[in-house]
Structures are given as structure tokens and as C-alpha cells.
């Protein structure tokens, strides 16, 4: 009877390092596996011994008899992803243990937020005996987006917390919450006191969507909204216009899911979660009944991962369905991401849910002092054909956009009196730190910051995370970057190219 990797799964590997028989893939040392939309375990080599069950830190994995019917696609996922043969070998080795070299004093390290990749740094830092480290967070509560992001009904994904608590018990960490790197303290204080300061402070803001009527009121940002509905501190005070029967969200990757479903699923299942009160209480009386979400590519480009689209379609209450015009471009081919579409029902007039539509580029706004809805034009070749390349497609998309109208192509306008952008979040500058602003992350070569793009590496400084890789990825998909960038840290500190510029006592305040 194999065991089965479910929805909540964050990709942090620890069920592969656990595994005694390899059958779970990818592994964390293999390409496939940042881009991976989750761990899969082969059912043919998997043994049964519930090792993995026992290391997982969200409760992901479950074995074959236990899962319900809304669990039931995952058995196949797993078992699809093993049929294809994979060119490594199946016994793929474990990453090498840090070492530093003897030194007369210990490795202090300084990090710049409390999220998964600032807490995986510190993780990895503290298995280096005589490491010390210090956590630096804005806000007064730890871990970044799995408390501020991470959707509050997606209980088993909140768990990775307990897993983050157990890292900043070590007696070895110091974490300091309510200090704001670059306002409260700055980069040469925390230099003059450690070797090295990691900034792992993620991507607080959003994808702007450039097209006119964008800031009318009714619109807004997920990034936002997931905010909100979460009670980050910095947009406790927002409100959201939800007294229309329907809303459109533009760009259907999982927030946009996650978005969809908080805007529909019945209030009361989100009753006794972590859901900020003043959300829970504006949803309950919410009379949004239809929730819209608008790719701009066709069905095989979502962005959205199957995982989140099998959880989606099982959750109670929620009625999902594919917009007609959109059910012919649904093909057949073995895709499980498409037959799980094609298995949709059509979308009906006036029914309560979300309808998924394709291949609609937002051309602009609609009203005169507040949203009353938004215009599509059809999505041209060159953007339907991009890979998920923002800048290419955006360039593409703003041209097709602003050409529609003397093109003469039929536009489409949906009415709505909520408009959510959900195109993906960015990276902010941090004071006294180099920006790429094309990139929205800071500049780096194998986790060491860069002085601009492409340029020379500051001595002690280190990125990991969002605000290196970009806004993509799962909680896990962090814990591999940042074990790479410690490999570079301790390579350098092994190299005698760190050392505090005034040295302090160990875990002296900055
Ligand atoms: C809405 C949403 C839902 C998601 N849901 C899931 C999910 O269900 N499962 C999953 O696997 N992945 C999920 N993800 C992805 C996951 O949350 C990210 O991969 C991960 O949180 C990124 O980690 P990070 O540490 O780089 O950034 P963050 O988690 O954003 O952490 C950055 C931290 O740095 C702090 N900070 C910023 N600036 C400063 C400063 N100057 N000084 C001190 N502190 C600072 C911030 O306050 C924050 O706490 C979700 C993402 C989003 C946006
Ligand atoms: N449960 C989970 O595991 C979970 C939940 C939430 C988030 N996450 C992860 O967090 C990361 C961020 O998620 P995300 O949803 O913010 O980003 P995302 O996955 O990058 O999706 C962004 C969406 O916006 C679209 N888009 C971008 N620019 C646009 C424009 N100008 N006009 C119209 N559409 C535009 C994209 O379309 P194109 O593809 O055409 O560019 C895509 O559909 C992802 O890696 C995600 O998997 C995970």
C-alpha cells in the first residue's frame, strides 16, 4: 500500500532525506526540482514504512487507504510522475555536511527577515558548531508570508511553522523582532558585529497592472487583499468593496486561487483559522456570488499548480467551472493538469463559484468614479506563445492592448465592482543595499550581493530567498536557496575573507 504526497505539500524535502528507498522525486540535487509543483513518491518502490509520514512537517503525506475523495487525484499524480524514466541515478546523494575550518572564534552571522529562507539560513548556519545567529524582523510576529501569505484554510501548509519554531529554540539564535534593517539598524552596524549579514526579506510588493482605470476604487492588488485577509499589520486597516455579485481576478496563478477561493468558500469553514476577524467579518456578509479568474494564456500555460486545482475543485461549497468558450481549447493529451479542466463542468449564467477563463489580455478598467467592470482584448500569438517570461510577455501584452481597439478585435467586458490584480508580487529596495529594479531583487552571483547587476561582490553580504530568486516558489523550494547561499558564506569565511569589523561579544545588541 504506497504512501501518497498530497496537496499541502511544501517541497522542502524532508520526506526525500528520510525516504531509505529513494522513491520520492525530485530530489532537492536535481534540476527538476526548483520548478517542481510537488514531491512525488513512486508507488511501485515505495516499501510502506511511513518514515517519510514522520518527517514531513505539514502532514502532506498520507498512505494510499487513508485518502478521501477529494485526495483520491493525488494517488495518480504521484504514480504519473514515475512513469516517465528519469536520466539520474535513483540513489541521488545527500548534500555534504558544512564544515568550517577551525577557527579561534565562532561564525556570527546576522539575518534580514524571519521567513522560510531566512529561517532555512539559520537552520543550516546552525548546524556549524559554534555558530551564533541573530534574526531580524520588521514585524512584531516571525516567518514572513507563511503567516502573512499562506491562506489561512490551508491548515496543514501553517504547520511548517512548528518546524520554524523548533529552529529558533536553538539557544544559538537570537531573534529580534520589531527591528527594521535599514530604519532601526544599518547594514555597516550589523557588519561591525558579525561576519556576515544574509538579507532574506522576501517580495512585499506587487506587479503593477498598467492599464487604464487601474487605480479607480474597486481595484486592488492580491497582495493586498492576502494581506488583509491574514492581518499583516500594514493593511489592517484596509477594506475591500464587496457588495457586488461579482468579482475578476487577472492572472490565475495560486494566489489567484487562493484569492478565488477566501471570496467564495462558505465563511463559517474559515471560522476558527488564523483569518484576520475584521476579514472573516466583511466576508460574512459579503454578497460577491461569482468569482471570475482571467489567464492571458491559454489553459496549458496556468500558473497555477495541479495540487492547488485538485484542492480547489474538492473544497465543499465551492462550485468551479470552465468558462464555455474556453472548453474547446481544452485538449486531450495526458496532461493530468488539462483532464482535470476538461473534467470541469461549463460554466452557468447566474451560478455561484469561480469560472476559469483563458486568453484574455486586460485592456482596461471600466467606470467613471468606481470599477463597474473590466475589458479584455484577445491575447495575440506572440504572448499566448510566451513562456512565462514577464518582461517579453508584458511588453507584448501592453502593445497588443493598446493596438486592440484599431485592430478591430471583439473585446470582452465582464461586469464586476471588484477588480484584483494577481500577477505577481516584487521585491522593494532596501535602504543602503544595491537594487535591480528590471528584477525587483538585489543583485547576486551564488547568494554573494553584487554591487549592480553583473557586477563586483560586497564583501559579507548575502541574499537568499524571494528577494534573490524572485517571487516564485514554494516554502521548501527557500531551503535549498538558502543552503546554497551558506555554502558560499562558509566558503568564504573559510577563505579568511570574513571578519566583523569590530569584534564584538558573542550576541552583542547592534
Ligand atoms: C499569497 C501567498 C500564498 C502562499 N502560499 C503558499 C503555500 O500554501 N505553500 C507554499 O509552499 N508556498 C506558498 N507561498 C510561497 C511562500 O510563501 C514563499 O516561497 C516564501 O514565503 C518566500 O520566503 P522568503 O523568506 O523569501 O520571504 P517572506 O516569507 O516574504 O519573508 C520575508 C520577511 O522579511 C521581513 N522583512 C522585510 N524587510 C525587512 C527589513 N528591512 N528588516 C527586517 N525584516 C524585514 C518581512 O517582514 C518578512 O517577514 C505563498 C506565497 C504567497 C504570496
Ligand atoms: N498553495 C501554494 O502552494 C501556493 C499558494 C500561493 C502562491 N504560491 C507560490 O508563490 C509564487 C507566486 O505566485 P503568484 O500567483 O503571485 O505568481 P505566478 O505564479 O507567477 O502567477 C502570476 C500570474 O499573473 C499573470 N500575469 C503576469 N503579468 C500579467 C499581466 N501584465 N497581465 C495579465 N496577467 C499577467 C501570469 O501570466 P503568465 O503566466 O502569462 O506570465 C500568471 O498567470 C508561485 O511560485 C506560487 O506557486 C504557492
Redesign the pocket.
Known amino acids: 500500500m504506497p504512501h501518497v504526497v498530497t496537496q499541502s505539500c511544501?517541497?522542502d524535502g524532508s520526506c526525500v532525506y528520510a525516504c531509505p528507498v529513494n522513491c520520492i522525486q525530485p530530489t532537492p540535487d536535481d534540476p527538476a526540482f526548483e520548478h517542481a509543483e510537488m514531491l512525488h513518491i513512486d508507488p511501485a518502490a515505495c516499501v510502506d514504512c511511513g518514515a517519510c509520514v514522520t518527517a514531513c512537517p505539514v502532514d502532506a503525506i498520507k498512505p494510499h487507504r487513508l485518502l478521501d475523495a477529494g485526495e483520491r487525484a493525488f494517488l495518480a499524480a504521484n504514480a504519473a510522475y514515475h512513469r516517465t524514466p528519469r536520466s539520474r541515478p535513483l540513489l541521488a546523494p545527500v548534500r555534504p555536511r558544512l564544515r568550517v575550518r577551525e577557527h579561534e572564534r565562532p561564525l556570527r552571522v546576522a539575518i534580514?527577515?524571519?521567513?522560510?529562507?531566512?529561517i532555512y539560513a539559520a537552520d543550516e548556519l546552525l548546524t556549524i558548531p559554534r555558530a551564533q545567529v541573530s534574526v531580524?524582523?520588521?514585524?512584531p510576529v516571525?516567518?514572513?508570508?507563511?503567516r502573512a501569505?499562506?491562506?489561512p484554510d490551508?491548515r496543514r501548509?501553517r504547520r511548517i511553522a512548528r518546524q520554524l519554531d523548533r529552529v529558533c529554540a536553538d539557544p544559538r539564535l537570537r531573534l529580534r523582532l520589531g527591528?527594521?534593517?535599514?530604519?532601526d539598524v544599518t547594514r555597516e552596524q550589523l557588519l561591525a558585529s558579525h561576519d556576515a549579514v544574509v538579507y532574506?526579506?522576501?517580495?512585499?510588493a506587487d506587479r503593477r497592472l498598467e492599464i487604464p482605470g487601474a487605480t479607480l476604487p474597486g481595484t486592488a492588488s492580491?497582495t493586498e487583499f492576502?494581506a488583509w485577509y491574514n492581518g499583516h499589520p500594514d493593511h489592517a486597516g484596509r477594506s475591500f468593496d464587496l457588495s457586488h455579485r461579482r468579482a475578476v481576478i487577472v492572472g490565475n496563478g495560486?494566489?489567484a486561487l487562493?484569492v478565488a477561493r477566501i471570496l467564495t468558500v462558505d465563511p463559517e469553514s474559515l471560522a476558527g483559522t488564523a483569518i484576520a476577524p475584521a476579514a472573516l467579518a466583511a466576508l460574512r456578509a459579503s454578497r460577491v456570488e461569482e468569482v471570475v479568474v482571467v489567464g492571458r494564456r491559454g489553459p496549458a500555460a496556468s500558473a497555477f499548480t495541479l495540487p492547488e486545482l485538485i484542492g480547489l475543485s474538492a473544497t465543499p461549497g465551492v462550485g468551479l467551472a470552465v468558462a464555455d468558450d474556453a472548453r474547446a481549447g481544452l485538449a486531450r493529451g495526458g496532461d493530468p493538469k488539462l483532464e482535470l479542466l476538461r473534467g470541469l463542468p461549463p460554466a452557468r449564467d447566474g451560478a455561484r463559484g469561480i469560472t476559469l477563463r483563458w486568453g484574455l489580455t486586460p485592456a482596461r478598467i471600466e467606470g467613471a468614479e468606481r470599477v463597474t467592470g473590466i475589458t479584455f482584448a484577445p491575447t495575440s500569438a506572440a504572448v499566448a506563445a510566451a513562456a512565462s517570461d514577464a518582461a517579453t510577455a508584458d511588453a507584448a501584452a501592453t502593445a497588443d492592448a493598446a493596438a486592440d481597439p484599431a485592430a478591430g478585435r471583439a473585446l470582452t467586458t465582464l461586469d464586476a465592482g471588484l477588480v484584483i490584480s494577481a500577477i505577481g508580487?516584487r521585491g522593494l529596495p532596501?535602504a543602503g543595499m544595491p537594487f535591480d529594479a528590471a528584477s525587483g531583487t538585489i543583485p547576486s552571483a551564488d547568494g554573494r550581493v553584487l554591487d549592480a547587476a553583473g557586477g563586483a561582490a560586497i564583501p559579507g553580504l548575502y541574499v537568499?530567498?524571494?528577494?534573490k530568486r524572485g517571487?516564485t516558489?514554494?516554502?521548501?523550494?527557500?531551503k535549498s536557496c538558502s543552503q546554497d547561499t551558506v555554502r558560499a558564506l562558509v566558503d568564504d569565511f573559510n577563505a579568511g575573507l570574513l571578519r566583523p569589523a569590530a569584534d564584538p561579544a558573542p550576541h552583542r545588541s547592534a
Open positions: 511544501v517541497g534580514v527577515g524571519s521567513g522560510p529562507a531566512a531580524y524582523e520588521r514585524l516571525p516567518y514572513g508570508l507563511v501569505g499562506v491562506a490551508h501548509t527591528v527594521e534593517v535599514g530604519r532574506a526579506v522576501g517580495a512585499a492580491a492576502v495560486n494566489v487562493d508580487y532596501i537568499a530567498g524571494w528577494i517571487p516558489g514554494f516554502i521548501g523550494t527557500n
